[in-house]
T-cell receptor, first 114, second 112 residues
Framework: EAGVAQSPRYKIIEKRQSVAFWCNPI?????LYWYQQILGQGPKLLIQ????????DSQLPKDRFSAERLKGVDSTLKIQPAKLEDSAVYLC????????????FGPGTRLTVT | ELKVEQNPLFLSMQEGKNYTIYCNYS?????LYWYRQDPGKSLESLFV?????AVKQEGRLMASLDTKARLSTLHITAAVHDLSATYFC????????????FGKGTSLLVTP
């Protein structure tokens, strides 16, 4: 079974530029999560989808971050414009169902904002 | 807000020794998870603990859960270098939509 796929794996941009990340969850997984992991910290949830609907985006900085999962499968996370403090690893995870299912993490995208 | 605290945050131990990592959480949770993360890598699931008194073991690692004390422990027996990594505990509950709330992680270094 293929795991969670993410691309790109690495991205370096200058502040005020925009960037987009892509995630393809495990086939059949209804729930998709985007987490931000700043160096030296645990991952923090940015947004959670159930199929193509948003379950929780309370911690997403909506003035600069956006995310979509239009067809309920793959998802994109966008930052526009980027700030220095957005430098982090962005992890995508998926689970079979919303409640009580184990989350499987992708390899992450390491973003460096200069 | 669901808070998760781990200690210690850094741990250097000799091969062959035993040690315990502690994870406290602030409110009722549905499940407790332990993950391992190697440098530059993603998260690898180690254990999922579902109920009070749950104990799971895999190799030199054993995890337990006390829901009354809101405490989980990850015990390392006879450490080996391959266990060097960062270990995270995380909890979820229905109030947070089952998203994971992570601790800051424990960075473990096992030395000869």
């Amino acid at each position: 079974e293929a795991g969670v796929a993410q691309s790109p794996r690495y991205k370096i941009i200058e502040k005020r530029q925009s960037v987009a990340f892509w995630c393809n969850p495990i086939s059949g997984h209804a729930t998709l999560y985007w987490y931000q992991q700043i160096l030296g910290q645990g991952p923090k949830l940015l947004i959670q989808f159930q199929n193509n609907g948003v379950v929780d985006d309370s911690q997403l900085p909506k003035d600069r971050f956006s995310a979509e999962r239009l067809k309920g499968v793959d998802s994109t996370l966008k930052i526009q414009p980027a700030k220095l403090e957005d430098s982090a690893v962005y992890l995508c995870a998926s689970s079979l169902v919303l409640a009580g299912a184990e989350q499987y993490f992708g390899p992450g995208t390491r973003l460096t904002v200069t | 807000e669901l808070k998760v605290e781990q200690n210690p945050l850094f741990l250097s131990m000799q091969e062959g020794k035993n040690y315990t990592i502690y994870c406290n959480y602030s409110t009722t949770s549905d499940r407790l998870y332990w993950y391992r993360q190697d440098p530059g890598k993603s998260l690898e699931s180690l254990f999922v603990l579902l109920s009070n008194g749950a104990v799971k073991q895999e190799g030199r690692l054993m995890a337990s859960l006390d829901t009354k004390a809101r405490l989980s422990t990850l015990h390392i027996t006879a450490a080996v270098h391959d266990l060097s990594a960062t270990y995270f505990c995380a909890v979820d509950n229905s109030n947070s939509g089952y998203a994971l709330n992570f601790g800051k992680g424990t960075s473990l270094l096992v030395t000869p």
